[in-house]
């Protein structure tokens, strides 16, 4: 079976790329744009600056190392492109995201914030074009859920809501492993944008955050709070304005 080639200059990109691959198991061949890639090398994974360097028609590029090889399995498979691509989000403060395609696990990895996740399932889609994408939520953390959902809502995506009450696993990547259960369970479609409404336990909790984040110099007001908690400022952004308007 032909393997895949790593092939940059860039190291940050080389240690991040070989860190997935490493952490898949998987077969590769560290090369060098000195020497010819050799016959057993079916794809190679590179960056879109090198790109043009590289002597083989098969070549990924991605910013997402995960999904670059994913990306570069499914060419030595032989097709790019998936019939049914589901993709499963376990919601939180960083939320996880896993994508299958087909009934294969093809890439797994945690969302920066809840908006973050309409762009990873952008790259995903890119990298796996499909004829069908649904796309799953956890029905729990009730308004990073809804702030995701509507997100994903005023994409367009085709979304359902999934009980993850048997999706919590005692591993070192729980909320990934939580996020390829909900992408494998079916749930309920809702019919329009979901209310955000943070609760008074969310609201003290963030006010907490922002008194170690200033090292106890101050306390957002609840009405920053609620700003941060429904994704309108970060917290950091809620600090500054609270030493405008003074502690």
Request: with cysteine.
């Amino acid at each position: 079976m032909k393997r895949i080639g790593l092939l940059t200059e860039d190291p940050r990109t080389y240690f991040e790329m070989l860190e997935v691959l490493r952490e898949r198991g998987l077969e590769y061949v560290s090369l060098d744009f000195d020497d010819a890639v050799p016959a057993h090398v079916g794809v190679v994974i590179s960056t879109e600056r090198e790109k043009a360097r590289v002597s083989l028609d098969d070549v990924v590029t991605d910013p997402d190392p995960d999904v670059a090889v994913s990306k570069a399995l499914k060419l030595l498979s032989g097709d790019a492109s998936v019939e049914s691509l589901c993709i499963g989000v376990d919601p939180g403060h960083r939320p996880g995201v896993a994508a299958i395609g087909d009934g294969a696990v093809l890439t797994r990895t945690i969302a920066p914030s809840p908006e973050g996740v309409s762009e990873i399932i952008d790259r995903i889609v890119k990298a796996y074009p499909c004829t069908n994408l649904l796309v799953r939520i956890g029905n729990g953390d009730r308004t990073n859920r809804n702030r995701i959902f509507n997100r994903l809502w005023d994409r367009g995506h085709r979304l359902e809501i999934v009980d993850e009450s048997n999706t919590t696993t005692d591993s070192e990547t729980p909320d990934e492993d939580a996020a390829v259960e909900i992408a494998m369970t079916p749930g309920y479609r809702p019919v329009k944008k979901q209310k955000i409404q943070p609760c008074d336990g969310e609201l003290r909790n963030i006010q907490r955050l922002s008194r170690l984040e200033s090292n106890g110099r101050l306390t957002v007001s609840k009405g920053l709070a609620a700003r941060v908690a429904v994704g309108e400022i970060s917290l950091n952004e809620a600090i500054d304005l609270q030493c405008s308007n003074g502690k």
